[in-house]
């Protein structure tokens, strides 16, 4: 019993709960860096015609220093990506992970005396139905009621579980012990998770790497008649990359989230049982 290892669900952190995180509005992270980025190519822009530093003897060398320019933000881009794609896939493995917990900690309840067992599945139905609203709700005064009931809920199981075990610390009484101890943690897993963002430093690493190479394209710009077409082509490809890599990183906000379809599933099958 001293070996237990988990902890109560808790509150969310300030910026889950006011949704203070720019990365959870892909819409506006898309507008924002839309704006920024053809601003800035229009600067580029304006001091290339207004000063004309760079001559011709000097363009291949602009050039090379642009596609290398170019290249590094194609990278961090890249980088950051990836970053968002493996948290993503993170929390749908915890979803899965917390299914198979709650299932086979419902299975091992007949472990327990007929009452306690009563108890503990019927606790474990309404924590389930907690886990499937705190992967759905976006709403953030319903958020921390979640984590209230979710909190009270985990308490009342570990309560049920150690007075079997103090009981009847019978191996099989033991092994119930140990599934709930699998519950409890599984929460916690799932909640590190989606706590586990994107640095705003790398944000703010990919957003001055932007705004460079969007001013160099300007500056670079020869043809006035065609520039307002080329200097678009590039912001609007970079923020749409910032808005995909906002939208998967975000758990709550967005259109792309994690679907409890494993939960969901679970719920169904212990209705139905």
């Known amino acids: ?20 995180n720019l990365a959870d509005y892909p819409l506006l992270v898309f507008a924002i860096s839309l704006l920024a980025l053809w601003l800035s190519a ?18 291949p060398d602009f050039g090379v220093i642009l596609g290398a320019t170019l290249t590094l933000l194609a990278l961090i881009i890249g980088f950051s990506f990836s970053m968002a794609i493996n948290r993503y896939d993170q929390r749908k493995n915890y979803e899965e992970a917390e299914a198979n917990a709650i299932g086979t900690e419902y299975l091992r309840a007949d472990l327990l005396p007929a009452a306690d067992a009563a108890k503990v599945r019927t606790l474990l139905k309404s924590y389930l139905d907690q886990r499937v609203l705190f992967y759905t709700t976006r709403n953030a005064h319903q958020l921390r009621q979640i984590h209230a009931d979710t909190a009270k809920l985990q308490a009342d199981l570990w309560s049920a579980v150690q007075a079997s075990a103090a009981e009847r610390p019978a191996p099989l009484v033991m092994l119930a012990v140990a599934g709930m101890n699998d519950v409890l943690n599984a929460q916690g897993y799932t909640q ?23 001013l160099m394209v300007g500056y670079g710009t020869q043809k006035v008649k065609a520039e307002f077409t080329l200097l678009l082509v590039l912001p609007l490809l970079v923020s749409v990359s910032f808005f995909l890599i906002a939208d998967i990183d975000s758990p709550r906000g967005g259109a792309i989230h994690v679907n409890p379809q494993n939960l969901v599933s679970l719920a169904q099958s212990l209705t139905a049982h």
């Open 192 to 214: 590190a998770a989606w706590w586990n963002r994107i640095p705003i430093a790398a944000w703010c690493f990919m957003a001055a790497i932007a705004i460079g190479c969007n």
């Open 1 to 20: 019993m001293r070996n237990r290892r988990w902890r109560v669900a808790r509150p969310p952190s300030s910026s889950e709960a006011r949704g203070d």
């Open 42 to 59: 229009r600067s580029g822009a304006a001091v290339a015609r207004r000063w004309q530093i760079l001559g011709e003897e000097a363009r």
